[in-house]
Nanobody, 125 residues
Framework: QVQLAESGGGSVQAGGSLRLSCQAS????????MGWFRQAPGKEREGVAAIYTDGGGTRYAASVKGRFTISRDNVKNTVYLQMNNLNPADTAMYYC??????????????????WGQGTQVTVSS
């Protein structure tokens, strides 16, 4: 079993920044990707960003591209999401995700193998 532990959420004013962290622990599961989803009240969970083990490629939702940066420290088994120029539309519960070769960390919730417990991000205007 793999555990994903998130940290770094909080409240910030529009234009501010936050950095989320997600550390993986547990079995020797080797993820093909790690990523972040978010879910606002009354909305579906959506992929925000993903980083792939093979080659280090990344994907971003159009709404965050240019503002958010995903990175990974393979030694620490940790993935980060640097969020800059936040706006109220970014307010949501953010979930760390991991998937193996048959899954994906961006396309949709059904493709994710493991989830973190979530960390709240609130952006006020």
């Amino acid at each position: 079993q793999v555990q994903l532990a998130e940290s770094g959420g909080g409240s910030v004013q529009a234009g501010g920044s936050l950095r989320l962290s997600c550390q993986a622990s547990g079995s020797t599961y080797s993820s093909a990707c790690m990523g972040w989803f978010r879910q606002a009240p009354g909305k579906e969970r959506e992929g925000v960003a993903a980083i792939y083990t093979d080659g280090g490629g990344t994907r971003y939702a159009a709404s965050v591209k240019g503002r958010f940066t995903i990175s990974r420290d393979n030694v620490k088994n940790t993935v980060y999401l640097q969020m800059n120029n936040l706006n109220p539309a970014d307010t949501a519960m953010y979930y760390c995700a991991a998937a193996g070769l048959r899954g994906d960390c961006y396309s949709g919730s059904d493709y994710v193998d493991y989830w973190g417990q979530g960390t709240q991000v609130t952006v006020s205007s």
